[in-house]
T-cell receptor, first 111, second 112 residues
Framework: QQQVKQSPQSLIVQKGGISIINCAYE??????FPWYQQFPGKGPALLIA?????SEKKEGRFTISFNKSAKQFSLHIMDSQPGDSATYFC??????????FGSGTKLNVKP | NAGVTQTPKFRILKIGQSMTLQCTQD?????MYWYRQDPGMGLKLIYY???????DKGEVPNGYNVSRSTTEDFPLRLELAAPSQTSVYFC???????????FGQGTRLTVV
């Protein structure tokens, strides 16, 4: 059973556009929601994370929107650049011992 | 600072063979994890450890074993390789009290 459901599986965006990736979870015990970025041949790296006590967190061009009542959170990449082309994973954790990852979204930003 | 180092980077195994995937970290992290990554499936937790001598199962532990005799090393053992274990394996670590996990570059394993 997938603890965290992620969509879309792939995304093509023009340079300068907005990329939006969505995730949903069921376990209300989750209280930490990170996003990881992975380039081909590399391991995932933490991009940005949020706790459920806030509805939005912004770091540069990357924003997480969090809807606790709907049990959904999303990653928005503003002014998308070709260098943002990568696979993005959302994740969730309830006690930091275990992290549950979404299935990943492959983002391609066209020049 | 090397971070999390995984060896080998690539390996082809025959069905029924055994091997150990090595993972070492030089950041004095308490927590260490093994994940497998399959296309369209994200990362699935195989085993994790909260410190030397302590390990626990994750979501998909069958067919694997781990040990944690030191803080630095967390090897993953495959005893009887099966085609279903064809995957990319990632080791990760983090420090207690810090939420960020650091990943190695992965081991691509093919079982034929």
């Amino acid at each position: 059973q997938q603890q965290v459901k992620q969509s879309p599986q792939s995304l093509i965006v023009q340079k300068g556009g907005i990329s939006i990736i969505n995730c949903a979870y069921e376990n209300t015990a989750f209280d930490y929601f990170p996003w990881y970025q992975q380039f081909p041949g590399k391991g995932p790296a933490l991009l940005i994370a949020i706790r459920p006590d806030v509805s939005e967190k912004k770091e540069g061009r990357f924003t997480i929107s969090f809807n606790k009542s709907a049990k959904q959170f999303s990653l928005h990449i503003m002014d998308s650049q070709p260098g943002d082309s990568a696979t993005y994973f959302c994740a969730a954790s309830g006690n930091f011992n275990k992290f549950y990852f979404g299935s990943g979204t492959k983002l391609n930003v066209k020049p | 600072n090397a971070g999390v180092t995984q060896t080998p980077k690539f390996r082809i195994l025959k069905i029924g063979q055994s091997m150990t995937l090595q993972c070492t970290q030089d950041m004095n992290h308490n927590y260490m994890y093994w994940y497998r990554q399959d296309p369209g499936m994200g990362l699935k937790l195989i085993y994790y450890s909260v410190g030397a001598g302590i390990t626990d199962k994750g979501e998909v532990p069958n067919g694997y074993n781990v040990s944690r005799s030191t803080t630095e090393d967390f090897p993953l053992r495959l005893e009887l390789a099966a085609p279903s274990q064809t995957s990319v394996y990632f080791c990760a670590s983090r420090f207690v009290g810090n939420t960020e996990a650091f990943f190695g570059q992965g081991t691509r394993l093919t079982v034929v």
